[in-house]
């Protein structure tokens, strides 16, 4: 008899829903050309008509960028919707297993956050869709904030229930949380995970109209971020200790650079809570304070980055987990800072360098940095695929040996 044919997924970890969130990354990624190169003046953000209009009358290089941009966001948006699925039933099957239970006893129960990370994600990819695929949507779209809302407080729910299982197992009893196995920047998943449901929250603060679901959402995405950044702090202050005992844990090198994706979302949750302040409650906005707060997050993600690409580089992480045969699902956390690096740098030259007149939208040098961030958007495109690959594609069977 054959063997049975399997993947590398077939042996489930939460971390499996990273793939997800790479997916619908990569789909935010898109959408920012639609963002800053299609004119919207009349809502903040592109909707269907405007990209349609756009098509129409602009020339070869719009219309080739818009092409590539919905289809970008369609295929990736397909994939991290299809992805979650197959997550969510995974992880019930998971449930029902001896592994199961011992994730839930050991340091690794912090895993569990990448299912609410991936689910605020879908979340806003989903609005995305929206914006781009459906006629008219903006007609309506002061009725959907309140249930996207709703949606991310169920999110932030069950991100807070799984939370307060982790750290109320670790703290109630001494000696649980094994220290040696924390030398990574994995403990700090839940801090991603409440970021993103941040950023989703502060949504409507920056495309509402109506001060009560403005107020509402600046004040649930307050929340939200400040808990997000108070957990990551203490969690890379302990981690950082451990790695400095014990090494950085060879299989967990890539989440010493969770550190940017949790910048660039706090960050476009600040860009959005400016805006529904500046829009609705008359607050000054400034041009040149939006480029140094952009400049300085992007500078804490060129210091994490780095130190990350050391330690995978002097760990051969890549040779093994990327171009080699080895898997990890912890490699999917490789696609964040690629895709978070290619989202901050579009808004860093927009929002900052444009807003403020330091460089000329369309411009020889806006159009060379904007390519720093195609070129970060080009290996986050190359790191799904390639681990989609990698991760889910059936080895090749094996010839049966016959019996003598």
């Not at 011992?102 to 299912?115: H, Q």
């Not at 940095?369 to 594609?393: D, E, K, M, P, S």
Request: with cysteine.
């Amino acid at each position: 008899m054959s063997d049975v044919l399997r993947r590398p997924a077939d042996s489930y970890s939460p971390l499996y829903f990273l793939a997800s969130l790479g997916a619908g990354g990569v789909a935010v990624s898109f959408f920012m050309y639609l963002m800053f190169w299609v004119p919207h003046p009349d809502q903040p953000v592109p909707v269907f008509e405007d990209i349609l209009a756009a098509f129409s009358t602009g020339g070869p290089a719009m219309q080739a960028g818009i092409a590539l941009a919905v289809a970008g966001i369609a295929v990736f948006g397909f994939l991290n919707v299809k992805s979650l699925i197959w997550n969510l039933g995974a992880l019930s099957r998971f449930k029902q297993t001896e592994g199961y239970a011992r994730l839930r006893a050991s340091n690794a129960e912090s895993t569990l956050l990448a299912m609410p990370l991936a689910l605020a994600m879908t979340i806003n990819v989903g609005f995305i869709l929206g914006l781009v695929f459906v006629p008219g949507l903006w007609s309506v779209v002061e009725y959907l904030f309140p249930l996207a809302m709703i949606a991310f407080l169920l999110v932030g729910v069950l991100a807070f229930r799984l939370i307060a299982d982790f750290l109320g197992r670790v703290l109630s009893e001494g000696g649980i949380f094994d220290v040696t196995a924390n030398n990574s920047f994995a403990q700090l998943l839940p801090a991603f995970a409440l970021s993103m449901i941040a950023v989703g929250f502060a949504a409507p603060a920056a495309m509402s109209v109506t001060p009560v679901t403005v107020g509402t959402s600046l004040v649930l995405s307050t929340f939200f971020g400040v808990a997000a950044t108070v957990y990551a702090v203490i969690a890379a202050i302990t981690a950082f200790n451990s790695m400095l005992h014990y090494g950085t844990a060879r299989e967990a090198g890539p989440t010493l650079m969770v550190v940017v994706p949790i910048m660039t979302v706090l960050g476009i949750m600040l860009l959005r809570q400016d805006h529904g302040l500046t829009g609705t409650f008359a607050a000054q906005d400034n041009g040149g304070e939006t480029m140094v707060m952009l400049a300085r997050l992007l500078s804490v993600q060129v210091v994490f980055l780095g130190l990350g690409m050391l330690v995978l580089l002097r760990q051969r992480y890549f040779d093994d987990f990327v171009i080699g045969t080895k898997t990890s699902p912890g490699s999917y956390a490789l696609v964040c800072p690629a895709v978070a690096l290619s989202v901050m740098m579009h808004f860093f030259v927009n929002k900052g360098l444009v807003d403020a007149a330091v460089v000329d939208k369309f411009s020889l040098a806006y159009w060379v940095l904007t390519a720093v961030a195609l070129g970060f958007q080009a290996i986050a495109v190359a790191l799904v695929l390639r681990l989609n690959r990698q991760h889910f594609a059936r080895a090749p069977q094996v010839a049966a040996v016959p019996a003598e």
